[in-house]
């Protein structure tokens, strides 16, 4: 029974890549079963998506063409049926034909692809910068020229039910997004072309939102650059990519996608609550008490005595 159902979940799954291309949009997140790559959120991410479906379509049409050469062969002419092998070695025709059309293909699918490269590393023009931090085991955010930070956390729930060798599955699954959540999310504007330059405090990490289209290493010592423009609010989680220590599989992201208004008024909230304490204003001098008058302050001179002799 076990088997039937995984079965019929394999099927499902392929019925499911076979229209993939057909599909306007996958979740942005990875989903159980999923085999083909979504198509996320961002202008990088769909560029890697339409040259990964390119490919895998050159690529079945190219199968389809062998295989069914090659049942053909077999079933057609095949010895059971009084055919003789043919004894030629060689077909100058051939050989040129199947070194010609492959190189045609590949300068097909390398072009598009190497633009489209080529834009996925070019930060210029962007509207913001983000600074990324990696560290055992969170990552610090900091927004250039606002004087905002934030120091993002693996969720105390989830730390908790991690830790207690007691938890049970309902306990996991009630508590949702289990071990991908974390204590304050980065927030960022939708349509904005947004620079992250991305490095490391101790060893080497790596920031990955899948549904942003790509992954950039933070190494201690070295700046790495990177860009994304979200196309859709949404919340979006991703996961340290690298294997950094004993708690790497603890250090997820979270990724709050608004509108540019709604990020504004975030923005500005943010630096009211990290502004610094206006000083007190200094408490005014004591007033000196009134002089007494000397009429009454001093004593009546005693009288002179008289002169001696």
Known sequence: MKQARRFKQCVWGLAALALSASVAAQSA??????????????ATSQHAYEAHMLALWICVAIGALVFGAMAVAMFRFRKSRGVTAA???????????????????????????????????????????????????MWHYEYMGEDVTLTSRLDRGSDRLRQNRATTRAELDAHGHY???????????????????????????????????????????????????????GVYRGQCAELC???????????????????????AAEKARNAPAEPLPAAPAPVPAPAADDATAQSPSAPAAPAAG
């Not at 997140?29 to 961002?42: C, E, F, I, K, Y």
């Not at 405090?201 to 992954?215: N, R």
């Open 179 to 233: 071990l991908l959540d974390v204590d304050n999310v980065l927030v960022l504007p939708t349509d904005t072309k947004i620079r992250f330059v991305i490095t490391a405090d101790d060893v080497i990490h790596s920031w990955w939102v899948p549904a942003f289209g790509w992954k950039q290493d933070a190494i201690p010592g070295l700046v790495n650059e990177a860009w994304t423009e979200i196309l859709e609010p």
């Open 87 to 137: 004894t030629f070695t060689h077909n100058t025709t051939a050989e040129i034909i199947w070194t010609v059309v492959p190189i045609l293909i590949l300068v097909a699918m390398a072009v598009p692809a190497t633009r489209k490269l080529i834009q996925m590393y070019d930060t210029r023009d962007s509207q913001m910068t983000v600074k990324v931090t990696g560290a055992q085991w």
């Open 29 to 42: 997140d990875p989903r159980p079963w999923q085999l083909n790559m979504g198509r996320g959120v961002t």
């Open 245 to 267: 220590g004993k708690d790497h599989a603890f250090m997820p992201i979270v990724v709050r996608a608004v509108p540019p208004a709604e990020f504004d008024a975030w923005l």
